[in-house]
């Protein structure tokens, strides 16, 4: 079954040389660009790719905002981001945003599309690690709303009741648990709990057991 692959681009010319490289990525159907000038999460959310490109923009801000819209419209896609920039900052912001791999853009087309092939097969899904940060917080990375989920997670609450108590819906849940899979290195929920209470993350967060508990009370 052939992997949809969405193009998301600043640059006409930019994203057509990313499609014209992708003619050689087996498993792969190019399904369209979408025009990073303006916000993506509609055509993305319409489009349901498998496979997410996200090219280089003359503006960071703009590029990790193209990458946030893409993982909340497809959270179950691979986020790829395609740079010349490999520093570890910029590798750093575009995990946090959500990106799972980058490729450089100085590689030629065939290793780009076996790269990308790669990537669409499941053969490679985190081709980069993140980076130390220089402002890490205790939290491993997560956000606040994060360490929340975990949290409850934790105490051994189910996706339903987690979306009730703050008042989203389950679909946030997971993505969320996503999130926190991915920041943390683990697979599913009793791994990040071991390593929440092995690493006292929650002890970084005492104002949000407070709020947790006070949630759940008003959703009771």
């Known amino acids: 079954m052939l ?16 499609r014209h490289a992708l003619r050689h990525a087996r498993g792969c159907r190019v399904a369209t660009r979408v025009d990073g000038t303006t916000p ?17 923009m003359r503006s960071r801000a703009v ?14 896609a691979r986020i ?25 853009r100085s590689m030629d087309a065939l290793t780009f599309a076996m790269l990308v092939s790669a990537i669409a097969a499941g053969q490679i899904y985190h081709a980069f690690t993140a980076a130390p940060r220089r402002a890490q917080t205790g939290g491993g990375g997560l956000t606040a709303r994060e360490l929340q989920v975990l949290e409850m997670v934790s105490g051994g609450a189910s996706n339903g009741r987690i979306a009730k108590a703050l008042w989203v819906t389950e679909q946030t849940v997971k993505y969320h648990l996503s999130n926190i899979y991915r920041k943390l290195g683990v697979s599913n929920r009793t ?30």
């Not at 692959?5 to 006409?12: A, K, M, N, T």
């Not at 590029?63 to 179950?76: D, F, K, N």
């Open 191 to 220: 791994q990040a709990s071991y390593y929440a209470h092995v690493n006292g993350l929650f002890q970084h967060g005492a104002p949000m057991r407070a709020r947790t508990a006070t949630t759940e009370r008003i959703a009771a």
């Open 63 to 76: 590029m990790l905002a193209r990458i946030r819209e893409a993982r909340a419209a497809a959270p179950a």
């Open 80 to 104: 790829v981001l395609v740079t010349g920039d490999l520093g570890a900052d910029n590798l750093a912001d575009a995990i946090e945003a959500g990106a799972d791999a980058a490729i450089g």
């Open 3 to 18: 992997k949809q692959v969405l193009v998301i681009s600043e640059q006409p010319l930019s994203g057509e040389s990313i």
């Open 40 to 56: 993506c999460t509609a055509p993305v959310g319409d489009l349901r790719p498998d496979l997410i490109l996200v090219d280089e």
